[in-house]
Protein backbone atom coordinates (compact mmCIF):
# COMPACT_ATOMS: atom_id res chain seq x y z
CA UNK A 1 0.00 0.00 0.00
CA UNK A 2 2.81 2.31 1.17
CA UNK A 3 4.12 1.34 -2.21
CA UNK A 4 1.44 2.20 -4.46
CA UNK A 5 1.11 5.42 -2.36
CA UNK A 6 4.86 6.51 -3.28
CA UNK A 7 4.61 5.25 -6.86
CA UNK A 8 1.06 7.12 -7.03
CA UNK A 9 2.87 10.58 -5.52
CA UNK A 10 5.87 10.08 -7.35
CA UNK A 11 3.91 9.91 -10.85
CA UNK A 12 2.03 13.41 -9.47
CA UNK A 13 5.27 15.16 -8.68
CA UNK A 14 6.73 14.07 -12.31
CA UNK A 15 3.39 14.82 -14.12
CA UNK A 16 3.91 18.43 -12.05
CA UNK A 17 7.87 18.99 -13.41
CA UNK A 18 6.40 17.79 -16.89
CA UNK A 19 3.50 20.51 -17.31
CA UNK A 20 5.99 22.89 -15.32
CA UNK A 21 8.48 22.21 -18.15
CA UNK A 22 5.59 22.62 -20.48
CA UNK A 23 4.78 26.04 -19.18
CA UNK A 24 7.92 27.42 -19.02
CA UNK A 25 8.86 26.41 -22.59
CA UNK A 26 5.68 27.71 -24.13
CA UNK A 27 6.95 31.22 -21.91
CA UNK A 28 10.31 31.22 -23.73
CA UNK A 29 9.01 30.27 -27.55
CA UNK A 30 7.07 33.45 -26.64
CA UNK A 31 9.35 35.66 -25.19
CA UNK A 32 11.30 34.54 -28.44
CA UNK A 33 9.03 35.81 -30.44
CA UNK A 34 7.59 38.97 -28.96
CA UNK A 35 11.53 40.04 -28.77
CA UNK A 36 12.17 38.89 -32.44
CA UNK A 37 9.05 41.26 -33.21
CA UNK A 38 10.09 44.04 -31.46
CA UNK A 39 13.96 43.92 -32.96
CA UNK A 40 12.16 43.78 -36.35
CA UNK A 41 10.20 46.80 -35.52
CA UNK A 42 13.01 48.92 -34.30
CA UNK A 43 15.48 48.12 -37.18
CA UNK A 44 12.32 49.29 -39.23
CA UNK A 45 11.80 52.59 -37.75
CA UNK A 46 14.91 53.00 -35.91
CA UNK A 47 16.03 55.94 -38.81
CA UNK A 48 13.00 58.21 -38.07
CA UNK A 49 14.84 60.32 -35.76
CA UNK A 50 17.20 61.30 -39.14
CA UNK A 51 14.33 61.22 -41.05
CA UNK A 52 12.66 64.25 -39.05
CA UNK A 53 16.27 65.75 -38.95
CA UNK A 54 16.51 65.72 -43.00
CA UNK A 55 13.28 66.63 -43.04
CA UNK A 56 13.88 70.00 -41.35
CA UNK A 57 16.72 70.48 -43.18
CA UNK A 58 15.04 70.27 -46.47
CA UNK A 59 11.87 72.65 -45.17
CA UNK A 60 14.76 74.95 -44.38
CA UNK A 61 16.12 74.60 -48.13
CA UNK A 62 12.47 75.33 -49.66
CA UNK A 63 12.30 78.62 -47.01
CA UNK A 64 15.92 79.67 -48.45
CA UNK A 65 15.05 79.28 -51.97
CA UNK A 66 12.23 81.40 -51.62
CA UNK A 67 14.35 84.30 -51.48
CA UNK A 68 16.05 83.32 -55.01
CA UNK A 69 15.82 87.43 -55.19
CA UNK A 70 17.52 88.40 -52.94
CA UNK A 71 21.15 86.74 -53.32
CA UNK A 72 22.67 87.58 -50.10
CA UNK A 73 20.59 86.22 -48.18
CA UNK A 74 19.63 82.97 -50.20
CA UNK A 75 23.86 82.37 -49.51
CA UNK A 76 23.57 82.89 -45.83
CA UNK A 77 20.22 80.55 -45.16
CA UNK A 78 22.29 78.22 -47.65
CA UNK A 79 25.26 78.90 -45.51
CA UNK A 80 23.30 78.41 -42.34
CA UNK A 81 21.55 74.91 -43.81
CA UNK A 82 25.21 73.27 -44.28
CA UNK A 83 26.46 74.41 -41.08
CA UNK A 84 22.83 72.52 -39.65
CA UNK A 85 24.00 69.46 -42.14
CA UNK A 86 27.50 69.38 -40.57
CA UNK A 87 25.89 69.26 -37.22
CA UNK A 88 23.27 66.63 -37.94
CA UNK A 89 26.30 64.86 -39.19
CA UNK A 90 28.29 64.83 -36.37
CA UNK A 91 25.45 64.18 -34.11
CA UNK A 92 25.30 60.75 -36.37
CA UNK A 93 28.54 60.04 -35.37
CA UNK A 94 29.63 60.73 -39.62
CA UNK A 95 33.16 62.28 -39.60
CA UNK A 96 34.93 63.51 -42.95
CA UNK A 97 38.09 61.34 -43.87
CA UNK A 98 41.25 63.89 -43.83
CA UNK A 99 43.40 63.03 -46.66
CA UNK A 100 45.66 65.96 -48.11
CA UNK A 101 48.84 65.47 -48.02
CA UNK A 102 48.64 61.93 -46.37
CA UNK A 103 50.28 58.79 -47.87
CA UNK A 104 48.17 56.55 -49.54
CA UNK A 105 46.48 53.80 -48.08
CA UNK A 106 44.49 51.11 -50.58
CA UNK A 107 42.01 50.42 -47.71
CA UNK A 108 41.10 53.86 -47.20
CA UNK A 109 41.80 55.71 -50.37
CA UNK A 110 40.30 55.46 -54.12
CA UNK A 111 42.93 56.91 -56.70
CA UNK A 112 41.32 58.44 -59.31
CA UNK A 113 44.96 59.67 -61.00
CA UNK A 114 49.03 59.34 -60.59
CA UNK A 115 50.03 62.48 -61.06
CA UNK A 116 54.54 63.70 -61.27
CA UNK A 117 54.90 66.35 -58.72
CA UNK A 118 57.36 67.55 -56.09
CA UNK A 119 55.67 65.48 -53.66
CA UNK A 120 56.86 62.29 -52.67
CA UNK A 121 55.46 59.04 -54.11
CA UNK A 122 52.33 58.39 -52.83
CA UNK A 123 51.14 60.93 -50.78
CA UNK A 124 47.91 62.32 -51.50
CA UNK A 125 47.98 65.86 -53.20
CA UNK A 126 44.35 66.26 -54.42
CA UNK A 127 41.07 65.06 -52.75
CA UNK A 128 38.42 64.53 -55.89
CA UNK A 129 35.49 63.66 -53.80
CA UNK A 130 34.91 63.51 -49.78
CA UNK A 131 35.13 60.49 -47.78
CA UNK A 132 33.65 59.27 -44.62
CA UNK A 133 33.29 57.40 -41.59
CA UNK A 134 29.95 56.43 -39.94
CA UNK A 135 30.93 55.51 -36.19
CA UNK A 136 34.19 53.22 -37.42
CA UNK A 137 33.19 51.87 -40.52
CA UNK A 138 34.35 53.81 -43.63
CA UNK A 139 30.98 53.96 -45.62
CA UNK A 140 32.32 56.25 -48.78
CA UNK A 141 35.72 56.23 -49.58
CA UNK A 142 37.46 59.52 -50.76
CA UNK A 143 38.35 59.69 -54.16
CA UNK A 144 42.36 61.36 -54.15
CA UNK A 145 45.13 61.90 -56.95
CA UNK A 146 48.49 60.84 -55.53
CA UNK A 147 51.66 61.62 -56.79
CA UNK A 148 53.91 59.57 -58.58
CA UNK A 149 57.00 61.27 -57.57
CA UNK A 150 59.05 63.88 -59.66
CA UNK A 151 59.52 63.20 -62.61
CA UNK A 152 63.27 62.88 -62.79
CA UNK A 153 63.03 59.90 -60.39
CA UNK A 154 60.28 58.21 -62.65
CA UNK A 155 62.64 57.91 -65.10
CA UNK A 156 65.17 56.01 -62.78
CA UNK A 157 62.59 53.64 -62.09
CA UNK A 158 61.98 53.05 -66.17
Same mark, same amino acid.
Given at each position: ??????????????????????????? !????????????????????????????????????????????????????? #???? !?????????????????????? !???????? #????????????????????????????????????????????
Amino acid at each position: MKKNNEESELKNKLQEYENDLKRIQAE !FENFQKRTEKEKQELLRYASHKLIIKLINLKEDFERALENKEAKEELLQGLDL #IKKE !FDKLLQEEEVRYIEVLNKKYDP !FIHEIIQK #IISDQDESTIIEEVQKGYYYKDKIIKHPKVKISGGKENEQNNFS
